[in-house]
Nanobody
Framework: QVVLVESGGGLVQPGGSLRLSCAASGSISRFNVMGWYRQAPGKQRELVAE???????NYADSVKGRFTISRDDAKNTVYLQMNSVKPEDTAVYFC?????????WGQGTQVTVSS
């Protein structure tokens, strides 16, 4: 079993920055993919960014150039640096870890972009 604990959500003004963190614990392996998804009201959950254990990254077109995903394997933690945020980035952000052929999810953290 893998447990994911997210932190860092909140209210931010348009154009501002926010950093999300997600710490993994439990039965984790070296070979995995960690990522961030988001779900806005009335919409489906969508991939925001993901990073492999080898460091390869993938971003949604809507966040390219604004968001950066990174990981610290010594802390089993993945980060999402969100810059130049827009109102349309408002959503619940979920941490995901694909490990040993299973998907694990965090509880979600609310990000609200508003003036």
């Amino acid at each position: 079993q893998v447990v994911l604990v997210e932190s860092g959500g909140g209210l931010v003004q348009p154009g501002g920055s926010l950093r999300l963190s997600c710490a993994a614990s439990g039965s984790i392996s070296r070979f995995n993919v960690m990522g961030w998804y988001r779900q806005a009201p009335g919409k489906q959950r969508e991939l925001v960014a993901e990073i492999t254990s080898g460091g390869s990254t993938n971003y949604a077109d809507s966040v390219k150039g604004r968001f950066t995903i990174s990981r610290d394997d010594a802390k089993n933690t993945v980060y999402l640096q969100m810059n130049s945020v827009k109102p349309e980035d408002t959503a619940v952000y979920f941490c995901n870890r694909f490990d040993r052929d299973r998907d694990y999810w965090g509880q979600g953290t609310q990000v609200t972009v508003s003036s």
